[in-house]
């Protein structure tokens, strides 16, 4: 059985990760996967060096986020770009990893594959991903174009079923490989942050991004060095310059040098879970953070917010702490708790690898989405005419598109104009200023060149009627005189 998957990205965060679990596990005796990225990257030579088919196709986010939506390339080139990789490979499924790209749903519509969208983010309320139709159009399309959509967590399975009926959608949690992401293994992390045994090192791992919440880790690091509690925070993940440079302005600011580190991104995650005491997540939204369960399965206690996910993966009190997003002191008063109970930390770590084992392996993902491959490619479907329903479809989409490009284009020059209606404002009242200034020195310099008019005038009418007496006398001289 053939599965085309099209990924959204060729990076390797949440998503990419759990998708690459899947690629990795799947009975290769049983299904044959080919894999569709919009770029190069590490996904796709992770993937190409396990003999699998790697094509690039063009996407664009139809859920504005990390990369812009510009209509550059229209949907109807982009589609036509998948279908002529569907011809060639002529896939019986064809599964869409995450819900902001629609190219892979429209191409097998159009050729009558069964699909599966796997959705990973909560885009109710999300600070950064903003579906560019409203949500309800974007989720009845979701469901229009998919025989079936799996959910990583309730949490998003409970945005979406206001529209999409619930028999269509499954809960398909991510699954961790427990022998990558086993307790003790071999680190130098500790020697590399200059930690001595007794120090405390609490880590999060995740793209330097608005919705991870490290604003929040940073106002709890601050109430920790404030009351003495020696931790060290390692934030670990890529992000945009400006969002790096931003966090590291916060570090600076706050006087955290010596008490948070920034470690960029970086590929030894298990050997940096290894070495660490507690882990943090922050995140205001998080629909299922993938890193959490590779740090429970490590044994390693976890404080996370109430933001998604974490509700589902650990249980409060036993294998970790949950408290409210956006709450930086409940987040410092659970970390300090954890600091200084060594035992605690003990307990709750052997309690996470016990809930991962029963509830979050890699075996029961994987066996989940093969039972799913294997009941859709028993289904039917007629190729939809896309001159019937696709079509019109397509087309309302791309004049979002170009109605998006055009507000943004707008909010733009709005804000240049305030810019330079600011600038002209502040050189306006320079020029008042300046012409006040100028009234006063010229008001000075008339008092001045009065006083010194008069000083000069006094002895120069002296002086006049001294040559008009040598006047006369030399007039009355003879020639020869003169």
């Given at each position: 059985?053939?599965?085309?998957?099209?990924?959204?990205?060729?990076?390797?965060?949440?998503?990419?990760?759990?998708?690459?679990?899947?690629?990795?596990?799947?009975?290769?005796?049983?299904?044959?996967?080919?894999?569709?990225?919009?770029?190069?990257?590490?996904?796709?030579?992770?993937?190409r060096?396990?003999?699998?088919?790697?094509?690039?196709?063009?996407?664009?986010?139809?859920?504005?986020?990390?990369?812009?939506?510009?209509?550059n390339?229209?949907?109807?080139?982009?589609?036509?770009?998948?279908?002529?990789?569907?011809?060639?490979?002529?896939?019986?499924?064809?599964?869409?990893?995450?819900?902001?790209?629609?190219?892979?749903?429209?191409?097998?519509?159009?050729?009558?594959?069964?699909?599966?969208?796997?959705?990973?983010?909560?885009l109710?309320?999300?600070?950064?991903?903003?579906?560019?139709?409203?949500?309800?159009?974007?989720?009845?399309?979701?469901?229009?174009?998919?025989?079936?959509?799996?959910?990583?967590?309730?949490?998003?399975?409970?945005?979406?079923?206001?529209?999409?009926?619930?028999?269509?959608?499954?809960i398909?949690?991510n699954?961790v490989?427990?022998?990558?992401?086993?307790?003790?293994?071999?680190?130098?992390?500790?020697?590399?942050?200059?930690?001595?045994?007794?120090?405390?090192?609490?880590?999060?791992?995740?793209?330097?991004?608005?919705?991870?919440?490290?604003?929040?880790?940073?106002?709890?690091?601050?109430?920790?060095?404030?009351?003495?509690?020696?931790?060290?925070?390692?934030?670990?993940?890529?992000?945009?310059?400006?969002?790096?440079?931003?966090?590291?302005?916060?570090?600076?600011?706050?006087?955290?040098?010596?008490?948070?580190?920034?470690?960029?991104?970086?590929?030894?995650?298990?050997?940096?879970?290894?070495?660490?005491?507690?882990?943090?997540?922050?995140?205001?939204?998080?629909?299922?953070?993938?890193?959490?369960?590779?740090?429970?399965?490590?044994?390693?206690?976890?404080?996370?917010?109430?933001?998604?996910?974490?509700?589902?993966?650990?249980?409060?009190?036993?294998?970790g702490?949950?408290?409210?997003?956006?709450?930086?002191?409940?987040?410092?008063?659970?970390?300090?708790?954890?600091?200084?109970?060594?035992?605690?930390?003990?307990?709750?770590?052997?309690?996470?690898?016990?809930?991962?084992?029963?509830?979050?392996?890699?075996?029961t993902?994987?066996?989940?989405?093969?039972?799913?491959?294997?009941?859709?490619?028993?289904?039917?479907?007629?190729p939809?005419d896309?001159?019937?329903?696709?079509?019109?479809?397509?087309?309302l989409?791309?004049?979002?598109?170009?109605?998006?490009?055009?507000?943004?284009?707008?909010?733009?020059?709005?804000?240049?104009?305030?810019?330079?209606?600011?600038?002209?404002?502040?050189?306006?009242?320079?020029?008042?200023?300046?012409?006040?200034?100028?009234?006063?020195?010229?008001?000075?310099n008339?008092?001045?060149?009065?006083?010194l008019?008069?000083?000069?005038?006094?002895p120069?009418?002296?002086?006049?009627?001294?040559?008009?007496?040598?006047?006369?006398?030399?007039?009355?001289?003879?020639?020869?005189?003169?």
């Amino acid at each position: 059985m053939k599965v085309l998957f099209v990924s959204h990205s060729a990076f390797l965060n949440g998503a990419e990760t759990s998708l690459l679990s899947l690629l990795s596990n799947l009975d290769r005796n049983e299904f044959e996967p080919v894999l569709v990225i919009p770029c190069e990257g590490e996904l796709g030579k992770k993937v190409r060096s396990m003999g699998i088919t790697v094509y690039i196709a063009n996407q664009e986010w139809w859920v504005e986020g990390c990369y812009s939506i510009t209509g550059n390339v229209s949907l109807h080139n982009r589609v036509t770009d998948l279908l002529a990789i569907i011809d060639i490979e002529n896939p019986d499924i064809v599964h869409t990893n995450t819900s902001v790209v629609i190219e892979g749903a429209i191409a097998a519509a159009i050729r009558g594959i069964p699909h599966i969208w796997h959705i990973h983010e909560i885009l109710d309320n999300h600070p950064r991903l903003r579906p560019i139709l409203p949500h309800k159009i974007t989720y009845s399309i979701m469901s229009k174009l998919s025989e079936r959509i799996a959910v990583v967590s309730r949490a998003v399975r409970d945005q979406l079923t206001e529209v999409i009926p619930m028999d269509k959608m499954e809960i398909i949690y991510n699954g961790v490989d427990t022998n990558r992401f086993r307790p003790n293994l071999d680190s130098d992390i500790r020697d590399e942050l200059g930690l001595q045994s007794e120090d405390v090192l609490a880590v999060a791992v995740g793209s330097v991004i608005k919705e991870k919440g490290y604003d929040n880790l940073l106002a709890a690091a601050a109430l920790l060095k404030a009351r003495g509690t020696r931790v060290l925070t390692a934030i670990v993940g890529q992000g945009e310059a400006e969002g790096v440079q931003e966090l590291l302005a916060s570090i600076t600011t706050l006087g955290l040098k010596s008490h948070v580190k920034y470690l960029g991104y970086r590929t030894d995650i298990p050997e940096i879970l290894s070495a660490t005491d507690i882990y943090i997540l922050p995140s205001v939204t998080d629909a299922f953070p993938f890193v959490v369960l590779e740090a429970m399965s490590m044994g390693k206690p976890i404080v996370a917010t109430k933001c998604g996910g974490p509700s589902e993966m650990l249980v409060d009190g036993e294998s970790g702490f949950l408290v409210e997003t956006n709450d930086p002191e409940a987040l410092a008063a659970k970390i300090e708790l954890l600091a200084k109970d060594p035992e605690l930390q003990a307990r709750m770590g052997k309690s996470a690898i016990r809930r991962v084992k029963s509830r979050f392996s890699l075996e029961t993902f994987v066996s989940r989405f093969s039972s799913a491959y294997r009941q859709l490619a028993l289904s039917s479907k007629l190729p939809l005419d896309k001159n019937g329903l696709l079509a019109p479809m397509m087309e309302l989409y791309q004049k979002h598109v170009v109605a998006e490009t055009f507000r943004k284009e707008g909010q733009a020059n709005k804000e240049l104009i305030h810019n330079l209606q600011q600038i002209v404002a502040e050189k306006n009242e320079i020029i008042i200023q300046n012409e006040a200034r100028i009234r006063e020195l010229e008001l000075r310099n008339s008092e001045l060149i009065s006083s010194l008019s008069w000083r000069i005038t006094a002895p120069a009418r002296g002086a006049a009627a001294f040559l008009l007496d040598t006047k006369k006398y030399f007039t009355n001289c003879h020639d020869d005189d003169k």
